[in-house]
T-cell receptor
Framework: NAGVTQTPKFQVLKTGQSMTLQCAQDMNHNSMYWYRQDPGMGLRLIYYSASEGTTDKGEVPNGYNVSRLNKREFSLRLESAAPSQTSVYFC????????????FGPGTRLTVT | KNEVEQSPQNLTAQEGEFITINCSYSVGISALHWLQQHPGGGIVSLFMLSSGKKKHGRLIATINIQEKHSSLHITASHPRDSAVYICAVGLYYGGSQGNLIFGKGTKLSVKP
């Protein structure tokens, strides 16, 4: 089992460029999440998907879109990157039964100049 | 006001010391999670608990539901325990049982 994988690990974008962060899990989990982590702040939820075909906004969704392509894959797209989106992005999934243990990907460090 | 508060924010200890990290929360929860973030950035789940106490090796986690408080203890601390420890509370909404609200983390440094 690879667990949760994310690509790329690092990315530098110029303001206005677009990109997609890829995430996949091989644990057959229904729920998947995208978080961002900024210095001095806790992880914040961008979007989540409770099951294949459904997505919902989290705490900080502005400037992002997501696609739950199938049960395994959940991608995060930045249509027009802004310096405020410089952050470390984590994808996660959780087990379908209590206590809903979360598994995290290795993270993507994104810098927007 | 943050819904999940951790203390202290930073902690430096000598190898062998007993360490306590505290977490208080203000919302109703389905479970409380303790996570560890290594210096390289990876995040792993240490404990999930909704009552009582759990132990794994030198790590002990407790929760008091009435007081909305949890503690993470590390006995006989070691430099390899140096990491950021994150408290998170699990909520249920939107059809997903796993939505978490995170504390800001406690950065622990254990000196040899």
């Amino acid at each position: 089992n690879a667990g949760v994988t994310q690509t790329p690990k690092f990315q530098v974008l110029k303001t206005g460029q677009s990109m997609t962060l890829q995430c996949a899990q091989d644990m057959n989990h229904n729920s998947m999440y995208w978080y961002r982590q900024d210095p001095g702040m806790g992880l914040r939820l961008i979007y989540y998907s409770a099951s294949e075909g459904t997505t919902d906004k989290g705490e900080v969704p502005n400037g992002y879109n997501v696609s739950r392509l199938n049960k395994r894959e959940f991608s995060l797209r930045l249509e027009s990157a802004a310096p405020s989106q410089t952050s470390v992005y984590f994808c996660a999934s959780n087990t379908d039964r209590a206590p809903y243990e979360q598994y995290f990907g290795p993270g993507t460090r994104l810098t927007v100049t | 006001k943050n819904e999940v508060e951790q203390s202290p924010q930073n902690l430096t200890a000598q190898e062998g010391e007993f360490i306590t990290i505290n977490c208080s929360y203000s919302v109703g929860i389905s479970a409380l999670h303790w996570l560890q973030q290594h210096p390289g950035g990876g995040i792993v789940s240490l404990f999930m608990l909704s009552s009582g106490k759990k132990k794994h090796g030198r790590l002990i986690a407790t929760i008091n539901i009435q007081e909305k408080h949890s503690s993470l203890h590390i006995t006989a601390s070691h430099p390899r325990d140096s990491a950021v420890y994150i408290c998170a509370v699990g909520l249920y909404y939107g059809g997903s049982q796993g939505n978490l609200i995170f504390g800001k983390g406690t950065k622990l440094s254990v000196k040899p």
